[in-house]
């Protein structure tokens, strides 16, 4: 992956607060809506969802999803020229009050101090979803599959 791809997927983490999730809900595709927060090191992503949401259902340790993000729509710009990355990634519950825990929901109220009402609900958990590959589109005609080992260089592509 060059530099520069690298660099952009960063920014477009960096700049959006939320992504698109493809998840499987009742044996058939389901798509969510949800803030997130980047890990430090850009190997995935923290989410704080409500067990009770549809989407939920396909958050289940272990289970394979597919991530969408895209930079936002403007008045004027080309809908093809939307930079977006798809990512495939692999679902880790939190457990509540563990120290991953912990560090994902301090993680979370300091980008979204407004859902701190959420972590008072018992329907509400954490899950951080773990980047495995996926696909960089930098425009049209610009698309860069994003390999395993691509994942690691996220972070140190400055």
Same mark, same amino acid.
């Given at each position: ?21 493809? !998840? ?20 995935? !992503? ?113």
């Amino acid at each position: 992956m060059l530099k520069s791809t690298a660099r952009a997927i960063r920014e477009l983490l960096d700049d959006q607060r939320l992504l698109a999730i493809a !998840v499987i809900a009742d044996g058939a595709p389901y798509a969510g809506l949800l803030p997130f927060v980047v890990l430090p090191g850009y190997e995935g !992503v923290v989410v704080h969802a409500s067990r009770l949401s549809k989407h939920t259902q396909g958050l289940t340790a272990g289970t394979r999803i597919g991530v969408l993000l895209h930079e936002q729509y403007a008045e004027g710009m080309d809908p093809l020229q939307i930079k977006r990355a798809m990512l495939e990634c692999i679902v880790h519950p939190l457990e509540r009050k563990s120290p991953e825990w912990e560090e994902g929901r301090g993680w979370y109220l300091e980008r979204f101090p407004d859902s701190r009402i959420t972590f008072n609900l018992g329907d509400f958990t954490l899950y951080r979803l773990e980047f495995r590959k996926g696909l960089w589109v930098g425009g049209f005609g610009r698309a860069v599959e994003i390999e395993p080992e691509d994942i690691a260089k996220l972070a140190t592509h400055r």
